[in-house]
């Protein structure tokens, strides 16, 4: 059984940091597309940061507009997981904070609805 499970999430002021981890399980996620998306109080969930593998053999990092230079995505693939470093915070960026996976390759839309496996999420609030 597949299983995708968040951590470290919690709360930090504007302008701090905070490392969120999603360790897989269930089979091996080296070559599927991981991402991290967030949903706030009333709002849609929006895809944050992503990594993919390319058919040039090598990862490629995604990032949404609103996150790119604060954030960064990485990958430990002898682990089964992917981390999001979160420099800057702002307020805005308080959501739930959910991992996911998919086995596409090459390129994304990174939508929600194209993810095939989902965490239950790590609440990121951050305070002024």
């Known amino acids: 059984q597949v299983q995708l499970v968040e951590s470290g999430g919690g709360l930090v002021q504007a302008g701090g940091s905070l490392r969120l981890s999603c360790v897989a399980s269930?089979?091996?996620?080296?070559?599927?597309?991981m991402g991290w998306f967030r949903q706030a109080p009333g709002k849609e969930r929006e895809f944050v940061a992503g990594?993919?593998?390319?058919?040039?053999?090598?990862?490629?990092?995604d990032y949404a507009d609103s996150v790119k230079g604060r954030f960064t995505i990485f990958r430990d693939n002898a682990k089964n997981s992917v981390y999001l470093q979160m420099n800057s915070l702002k307020l805005e960026d308080t959501a739930e904070y959910y991992c996911?996976?998919?086995?596409?390759?090459?390129?994304?839309?990174?939508?929600?609805?194209?993810?095939?496996?989902w965490g239950k999420g790590t609440l990121v609030t951050v305070s002024s």
């Open positions: 996911a996976a998919d086995p596409a390759i090459g390129t994304m839309t990174w939508a929600p609805s194209g993810m095939h496996y």
């Open positions: 990594t993919r593998w390319t058919a040039t053999n090598t990862y490629y990092a």
């Open positions: 269930g089979r091996t996620f080296s070559k599927h597309a």
